[in-house]
């Protein structure tokens, strides 16, 4: 494969989109509701997983923000 040890992801083994899509509010909100792995991780993974659905969202005209959910709970981001 061409981009094995070059791509990654910070996201723990496992993660799903828990639905069928990210639906995004007239606001800019991307809701983002993935599986609870995300919750298995560490301050400093879970800060690089924020940043990796960040850049990857905001490649999409409209979505000024997100909020990532658990079983409709937010998730925090770690310092914040």
């Known amino acids: 494969m061409a981009l094995q040890g070059v791509e990654g992801t910070y996201l723990p083994p496992g993660t799903r989109l828990d639905g069928l899509s990210v639906p995004v509010a007239r606001d800019g909100t991307a809701e983002v ?21 960040s850049w990857t969202l905001g490649q999409i005209a409209g979505v000024e923000r997100m909020r990532v959910t658990v079983d409709g709970t937010p998730v925090d981001l770690p310092g914040a």
């Open 33 to 53: 509701p993935l599986s609870a792995q995300v919750l298995d991780v560490d301050d400093n993974q879970l800060n690089l997983l924020f940043a990796q659905l």
